[in-house]
Nanobody
Framework: VRLVESGGGLVQPGGSLRLSCAAS????????MNWYRQPPGKQRELVAA???????NYADSVKGRFTISRDNAKNTVYLQMNSLKPEDTAVYLC???????????????WGQGTQVTVSS
């Protein structure tokens, strides 16, 4: 199983980035897919989530600026980030949770993360 994030980088305040998370080795379409972030020196926090049916949920701090989406044909989840702020600086991590739960054995997976830095 692999979750591979890409698309991070350095961007100026007010700019945009699109993160991608390509999954392999899982039944992608039945997985809940989340984006988390971990700012330097702080705890990991949930940024956005999308269910297998496409329902979405966002942290209050990113509502109206970030959009999570998924392409089941490409086994990929995206995070479109607009109007970026310095406080969005963090390592962004992809997370997958099989909707069938622990009956399938290991059912949660993490990517390695991608760095997003918002700075002028």
């Amino acid at each position: 199983v692999r979750l591979v994030e890409s698309g991070g980088g350095l961007v100026q305040p007010g700019g945009s980035l699109r993160l991608s998370c390509a999954a392999s080795g899982i039944s992608f379409s039945i997985n809940h897919m989340n984006w988390y972030r971990q700012p330097p020196g702080k705890q990991r926090e949930l940024v956005a989530a999308i269910t297998p049916s496409g329902s979405t949920n966002y942290a209050d701090s990113v509502k109206g600026r970030f959009t999570i989406s998924r392409d089941n044909a490409k086994n990929t989840v995206y995070l479109q980030m607009n109007s970026l702020k310095p406080e969005d600086t963090a390592v962004y991590l992809c997370f997958a949770r099989d909707s069938r739960g622990p009956v399938v054995g290991n059912y949660v997976y993490w990517g390695q993360g991608t760095q997003v830095t918002v700075s002028s």
